[in-house]
T-cell receptor, first 112, second 113 residues
Framework: GDSVTQMEGPVTLSEEAFLTINCTYT??????LFWYVQYPGEGLQLLLKATKADDKGSNKGFEATYRKETTSFHLEKGSVQVSDSAVYFC???????????FGTGTRLKVLA | DTGVSQNPRHKITKRGQNVTFRCDPISEHNRLYWYRQTLGQGPEFLTY????????KSRLLSDRFSAERPKGSFSTLEIQRTEQGDSAMYLCASSWNDRAEQYFGPGTRLTVT
């Protein structure tokens, strides 16, 4: 069935370091892909999305490119800040449905 | 735009009791979703509505769970005869027509003792 696999955390980085959080997926059809972020004590917030192959989603310095050939949607940021410390979830909506399938989440800790 | 709201935010109940949660979506959104999230895991889909019609239910949604959206606005999720395994965060989300992105509420944390 459809699924999302994320790299396990926690990921610990120093401020201004480069961030990559890996996400790969298995899906039939043509899914849409998303990254959500959950800050401590808060709800899930949409970070970025991509709805078709080769699309690049971007927001707040974060980017992810929909790679159909490698079934991946890796999240990247060039220079992380302490305020980026949160749990990041990769998700997809399988073609023909609207429900999300989430990965298990990756906790990011950024140290000053 | 006041966002998705959920009530209560926290619920502690004893095993065997019934509980009901409410979700108010963003006002113009016609789709509403329920998810369950346990500690250290991503949210798992439970069910979703388009207007008042319940269009899909997960196998996770046992017979003890029922959800309604009677007038296509707010929704309720009821759990009957709660079990300790029902302890989780219950999340509601909404979306508009063919827009894929969903907007999540803060969740209701259920603890079954």
């Amino acid at each position: 069935g459809d699924s999302v696999t994320q790299m396990e955390g926690p990921v610990t980085l120093s401020e201004e370091a480069f961030l990559t959080i890996n996400c790969t997926y298995t899906a039939t059809g043509y899914p849409s892909l998303f990254w959500y972020v959950q800050y401590p004590g808060e709800g899930l917030q949409l970070l970025l999305k991509a709805t078709k192959a080769d699309d690049k989603g971007s927001n707040k310095g974060f980017e992810a490119t929909y790679r159909k050939e490698t079934t991946s949607f890796h999240l990247e940021k060039g220079s992380v800040q302490v305020s980026d410390s949160a749990v990041y979830f990769c998700a997809l909506t399988p073609g023909g449905t609207y429900k999300y399938i989430f990965g298990t989440g990756t906790r990011l800790k950024v140290l000053a | 735009d006041t966002g998705v709201s959920q009530n209560p935010r926290h619920k502690i109940t004893k095993r065997g009791q019934n509980v009901t949660f409410r979700c108010d979506p963003i006002s113009e959104h016609n789709r509403l979703y329920w998810y369950r999230q346990t500690l250290g895991q991503g949210p798992e889909f439970l069910t979703y509505f388009q207007n008042e019609a319940q269009l899909e239910k997960s196998r996770l949604l046992s017979d003890r769970f029922s959800a309604e959206r009677p007038k296509g606005s707010f929704s309720t999720l009821e759990i009957q005869r709660t079990e300790q395994g029902d302890s989780a965060m219950y999340l509601c989300a909404s979306s508009w027509n063919d827009r894929a992105e969903q907007y999540f509420g803060p969740g209701t944390r259920l603890t079954v003792t």
